[in-house]
């Protein structure tokens, strides 16, 4: 494959895609252009900002520092997924409720990566939950609430787990 | 910012990979955290990108005989992770956690770290301070550079157009090898002001084989080979004074020249610190 | 910390049932935004759409020769290039002056520039392809010829005989001036014991909105109609501006904002850009998507905050303040923004400064310069941050050269709470404000006497910690006096209708707009209050001209204070309406009857008498059971306008804790406070997250964030890496406390919010650097952004 043009075969979101598309496109731009996945967002295009985390084989990455056809045969997940799976619901209900999102940008992002630092079942403390987050822009919250939050359910999931 | 057309190809090896690096206008794709910034910002067009990331075998972590080799396409989040490393090479994984953040970790690459030789970037300068080297696949076989040796100029290696970096080795460390690093930056996870990262071996109560890398100050990692001396002789402040003549930073838009000379001896009295405590 | 429980309701002068003003209730709105199902601009996707990128002036100043267009017009996927003198047949160019700053001028901008280049990232040619990155890739074969122009760069030389004047038919490059005296100044400053002077530099900076301005036009020749989806502040002043500079009647253009992925001011703005892609629309008969790029954006976003302010206080030995002086410069871009002005920021400075305190003895002076820079205009807090900070910042050297405490010092010169109404020296009319009993309730809050000894302790350790404090008076709620009297199509009033269907549930159309501070929630706690329903039963519909009533839009913190009270007379005049018909129903007099919790109740008792359902399904299908004469109209329309005063001010003080590292410069945040005073609190929760989203802001401006220019008008660091927006790990948690001073010019007393965190940060970190370094003799700081660069320097370490 030597092309301008690739054709790629992914799952996103548990479901199976085709798609024939430009090499150049990023794999944020595919999700939001050709598969309307809007709620992943486009922020730099630097790899600053974070608003395009999406998951991609499990873990978070910079969906415009990806190429599409860098994900042909991987397993995608974006926050319409995640959500709707029920992953992150408690995370959600706890942004939601404590108003750890304003104008709600950077927080498709921000809640993936919280949820990969909750994962490993830990409670971090709020120096630790500002250190994993600091690669997310918020310019709305100033943080605060959002490290609220994320303490919240980490205690919440710890104490439920014993 | 959208990037210019390429052609995108998938390297099965090493050496299919040389053989598309043919194409005059190519670049090679490893974790992409670098360059794909790059292409977005249209500061790069390459006409051809070579994905490595298929590529078996280039990820291993393997420490023996007294050298640990890491393969190029290792990603930073499994440096972080491994226990190899944390026993080995310290120094690597006292440097991780102020390489960007957690989602640039889980795709950036040792390798292509290396590869790429940003100047305000961690792991080369962590390379020159582990005295290593790195192992080169070009179209005439394998080579080995050491590190001292890897780092030309801004941006720019011992790699020619048509090689492919496929590992790195660093002499393993030993019950008394010490290691120190720090750096600041204005805010967690950006590249450096400035940094230092340094290696030494025990030698009494003092220091010797002193090696300091600082990152940040120049085009590309620079030993502060004055300090590094006067370190080995117990001088502490006449480390910090030699860093006077053995730095010659430019302003850039984080820091004037003088200021970064100045964060410099901190550094360097912070990093002397660390060097001198025995390993855990 | 935990999550704030919504407690049960505290009695308020309000005397609702069930009421929800004061509740922190979470915004109804949030679960498409936590789901990835939020609709901003830069989502809309509409049949046919076309994308535009534009070739962008590289020179800061200079003639346009030539543009040749005919490679990228062949490129793959591009749809048209087009020019400014080509678009200028479509759309008028605008000049952003007004009445009321008199003398301010500038010249006409124009959609695309015509002839000129005036600024580094000017539009100069557009590119209109299938894709954004075909239109990119036609950018780059648009070959366009430069002569270029000498640039003006240096506000304090912009106005010297020698400096080339950028636009010639104006004479000169003053966009506008104002002074002020007031008082005796001159006796103030001779009666002083002590008189400080400085000068203070405020770094140029921007917004940097997470989702970049975006626009979709979609020009219907069919219906001959504009439809601009935009994340506008202000869509009803965007219908009348894209109406008039395209030659259209209002009625025919409709502005839609959905979500907005933030703006803090930046997207209130009239952007050449833009208005060029709801032209090109037109021009092209198809809709039309323009999102900025990061890149884009650094250069075109508007700039604030370039300020330069040399600064006096006049002080007695006892403490009293004698006297202030400012003379301020800024330098702005080549055009004066359009329809607010690049005045109004320079303005501000001059009405607030020394703004607290009782010393009626003031001498002011701004010029504003025009520069081949990007644009500047109002962004978050307009001018308080810059006023505040000179204020405080001189309040604070004073105590420190006089030797007394710095709150002290504040409590002998700001207003007694008692004085009211009161005027300030630039004659800003002050309804009530709460100046000591907000700082009483900082000291307690700070445990001030405990921080300064801690401080001491640490000091001897050689740790350098600082307090600093920042009193401030904030403009909310603004009337007409703010634009309207300078001819500005801004409207000052507001509206909101509220309809019950016939389910019985509740939908509020309201002028003010959404950016994630949670106007929508505030609307419907204040609907839900005031006609008496659960907050569940209610759907508010903002940011559309066609179907909410003429309004202002969200600015100046207006959106509660003015947008609330439209929709809480909205609601009681549709209970009103309910009610009436309700007591045609049952044979009862409606002032017996009352709406709570859904449902028609005894005014006395609470027995239920009715469901809303009920009313509504007699009302709406059954109206041949209701008596003649009684007409069932269960929609009503209310307007609010402050009438009373120009601007409902707040007040409020701020504290900066922090630590600096003496050996390296670098400050480390420790805590922060705000006790603020906003009148009637709608939603506690919400106004403490903008208080503290206000103050993260504020300390990007102290510490973080510059737009770094070259001689040539270069922007050196625009992009994410080198223009620093504050993360996670170097902002502090920020603890909030309130006053309550309620305003009387509405029934629900509330002023505004959203502004206040920003405007006194940057102040009090400042004073906090300083206070920690005072010991070690340092040089005071006084330039903003406090690098370590600057802060090693005043150490005399580099």
């Known amino acids: 494959m030597s092309e301008r043009v690739c054709d790629i075969a992914l799952t996103v979101n548990g479901e199976s895609v085709v798609e024939t598309i430009e090499a150049r496109q990023s794999l944020v731009d595919f999700l939001r252009e050709k598969l309307s996945l809007t709620g992943s967002h486009v922020g730099c295009e630097h790899g600053v900002c974070g608003a395009c985390t999406v998951r991609v084989e499990g873990v978070t990455v910079r969906g415009c520092l990806m190429l599409a056809a860098q994900c042909d045969g991987a397993k995608v997940d974006t926050i319409e997924g995640v959500s709707d799976s029920g992953e992150i619901a408690d995370l959600q209900q706890a942004f939601e409720k404590r108003n750890a999102l304003q104008c709600g940008f950077c927080t498709p992002g921000m809640l993936l990566t919280a949820q990969e630092l909750l994962s490993s079942g830990a409670i971090p403390s709020r120096e630790k939950i500002r250190e994993h987050i600091s690669g997310n822009y918020c310019r709305c919250t100033g943080y605060h609430a959002i490290v609220d939050a994320i303490e919240a359910v980490a205690q919440a999931r710890a104490g439920s787990a014993r | ?280 | 910390m935990k999550i704030v429980e919504d407690t049960a309701p505290v009695l308020t002068a309000l005397d609702r049932p069930n009421s929800y003003i004061g509740r922190s209730v979470p915004r109804p709105n949030l679960a498409r935004l936590t789901q990835g199902r939020a609709q901003y601009v830069s989502d809309v996707v509409l049949p046919r759409m076309a994308y535009v990128a534009f070739v962008r002036s590289p020179h800061a100043h200079a003639k346009i020769v030539s543009i040749d267009a005919a490679a990228a017009q062949q490129a793959p996927g591009v749809v048209a290039v087009v020019t400014g003198a080509e678009l200028a047949r479509i759309i008028t160019p605008w000049v952003g002056v007004l009445t009321h700053l008199k003398g301010i001028k500038s010249a006409p901008q124009h959609a695309i520039a015509v002839d000129r280049a005036c600024w580094v990232g000017e539009a100069v040619c557009a590119v209109i392809a299938r894709t954004r990155a075909e239109a990119e890739d036609g950018c780059e074969l648009v070959h366009v010829e430069y002569e270029e122009l000498p640039a003006v760069t240096d506000p304090e030389t912009a106005l010297d005989a020698s400096t080339p004047v950028i636009h010639p038919t104006l004479g000169d490059n003053l966009t506008f001036e104002r002074s002020l005296s007031a008082g005796d100044p001159e006796k103030g400053f001779a009666e002083a014991d002590a008189t400080i002077e400085t000068t203070f530099v405020f770094g140029r900076h921007t917004g940097v909105t997470n989702e970049p301005r975006a626009v979709v036009a979609d020009w219907n020749p069919g219906e001959q109609r504009m439809t601009v989806y935009q994340g506008t502040q202000a869509p009803h002043m965007m219908q009348n501006l894209f109406a008039k500079h395209l030659g259209l009647a209002e009625h025919q253009v409709r502005v839609v904002t959905k979500d907005v992925g933030g703006s803090f001011g930046i997207k209130v703005h009239t952007y050449a850009d833009e208005m060029a892609t709801v032209a090109l629309s037109k021009l092209l008969r198809r809709p039309i998507k323009f999102v900025a790029d990061r890149i884009e954006s650094f250069v075109t976003d508007i700039h604030a905050r370039d300020h330069r302010v040399k600064a006096r206080i006049g002080v007695k030995n006892d403490g009293t303040i004698t006297a202030f002086e400012i003379d301020d410069l800024t330098g702005i871009g080549p055009y004066s923004v359009y329809p607010r002005t690049s005045g109004i920021e320079a303005n501000q400075i001059v009405n607030l400064v020394g703004s607290p305190y009782t010393c009626m003895n003031y001498k002011a002076r701004t010029r504003v310069v025009f520069q081949n820079k990007n644009v500047m205009c109002q962004y978050r807090a307009v001018g308080h941050p810059i006023a505040v900070a000179v204020t405080e910042g001189l309040v604070e050297l004073a105590a420190a050269k006089i030797g007394m405490d710095p709150l002290e010092l504040r409590r002998r010169n700001l207003f007694p709470d008692d004085s009211y109404p009161a005027q300030t020296a630039a004659g800003l009319k002050l309804e009530k404000l709460s100046h000591h009993e907000a700082l009483a309730h900082l000291d307690a809050m700070v445990n001030y006497a405990g921080l300064r000894a801690e401080q001491e302790r640490l000091r001897k350790q050689g740790i350098y910690r600082g307090l600093g404090f920042a009193s401030f008076i904030e403009v909310t709620n603004p009337s007409a006096a703010f634009y309207g009297v300078g001819g500005a199509k801004i409207s000052a009033q507001d509206g909101a209708t509220v309809k019950l269907d016939a389910q019985g549930m509740i939908s509020i159309h309201s002028g003010v707009t959404e950016q994630g501070q949670g106007a929508e929630a505030v609307l419907a706690q204040c609907v839900a209050t005031s006609f008496g329903v659960p907050i569940e039963r209610i759907r508010v519909v903002t940011g559309d001209t066609d179907n909410t009533p003429y309004g202002g839009g969200t600015w100046a913190s207006r959106a509660a204070g003015i947008g609330g009270e439209a929709a809480w007379q909205a609601g009681k005049a549709l209970r009103q309406n309910v009610l009436t018909v309700a007591g045609s129903i049952l044979q009862a007099k409606p002032e017996t009857l009352d709406i709570r919790n859904g449902l028609v109740v005894d005014q006395d008792g609470g027995n239920e008498r009715i469901s809303l359902e009920e009313v509504a399904r007699i009302a709406y299908f059954r109206p041949d059971t209701l008596p003649s004469g009684i007409r069932a109209e269960f929609v009503a329309t209310r307007h609010y306008v402050p009438r009373a005063w120009p601007f409902s001010f707040t007040n409020g003080i701020q504290a900066s804790y922090l630590e600096v590292d003496t050996d390296s410069g670098f400050v480390k945040l420790l805590k922060h406070w705000c006790v603020e005073d906003c009148g009637t609190i709608i939603n506690p929760q919400l106004v403490d997250e903008q208080v503290r989203g206000g103050v993260v802001q504020g300390i990007g401006a102290a510490l973080f964030e510059q737009c770094v220019y070259d001689q040539r008008g270069q922007l050196l660091n625009g992009n994410m890496a080198d223009y620093l927006v504050p993360m996670a790990v170097e902002m502090p948690d920020i603890e909030v406390g309130h006053v309550v001073s309620p305003t009387a010019d509405s029934e629900l007393g509330a002023k505004g919010a959203g502004e206040a965190g920003t405007a006194g940060a940057p102040g009090s970190v400042m004073n906090a650097i300083n206070d920690a370094l005072r010991p070690l003799g340092a040089a005071s700081l006084t330039d903003m952004p406090f690098t370590p660069d600057k802060i090693l320097r005043a150490l005399g370490k580099v």
């Not at chain 2, 990331?53 to 491994?82: F, P, Q, Y």
């Not at chain 2, 430019?250 to 025995?278: F, I, M, N, S, Y």
């Open chain 2, 1 to 280: 910012m959208k990037p210019a057309p390429f052609a995108y190809a998938r390297a099965k090896s090493v050496e299919h990979a040389i053989e598309l690096l043919a194409h005059p206008e190519a670049r090679l794709l490893a974790g992409g955290q670098s360059l794909i910034a790059t292409l977005n910002m249209r500061l790069s067009a390459p006409k051809l990108l070579i994905d490595l990331n298929g590529i078996n075998g280039l990820s291993v972590i393997k420490a023996s005989d007294g050298t640990v080799e890491i393969g190029a396409l290792t990603r930073h989040c499994e440096a972080e992770r491994s226990a190899e490393i944390a026993k080995y090479a310290p120094l690597i994984a006292l440097a991780m956690p102020h390489i960007g953040h957690a989602a640039i970790r889980n795709r950036g690459t040792l390798g292509g770290s290396i590869a790429f030789a940003d100047p305000a970037a961690e792991l080369p300068a962590c390379l020159v301070a582990l005295g290593g080297e790195v192992e080169i696949a070009g179209g005439h076989g394998m080579r080995a550079v050491k590190a001292d040796d890897f780092f030309k100029g801004l941006f720019e290696t011992s790699l020619g157009s048509r090689d492919v970096l496929t590992s790195i080795r660093i002499p393993a460390a030993t019950s008394g090898s010490r290691a120190g690093f720090a750096e600041f930056a204005r805010r967690h996870g950006d590249y450096a002001m400035v940094g230092l990262a340094a290696t030494a071996e025990a030698n009494g109560r003092g220091l010797k084989n002193v090696r300091l890398a600082f990152f940040g100050v120049g085009d590309m990692p620079m030993r502060a080979k004055k300090a590094e001396a006067a370190l080995g002789a117990d001088d502490f402040d006449g480390a910090v004074s030699a860093l006077g003549s053995d730095l010659d930073p430019r302003d850039d838009v984080q820091a004037t020249a003088a200021t970064k000379k100045h964060l410099a001896g901190v550094l360097l009295r912070r990093v002397a610190k660390q060097l001198l405590e025995p390993r855990a």
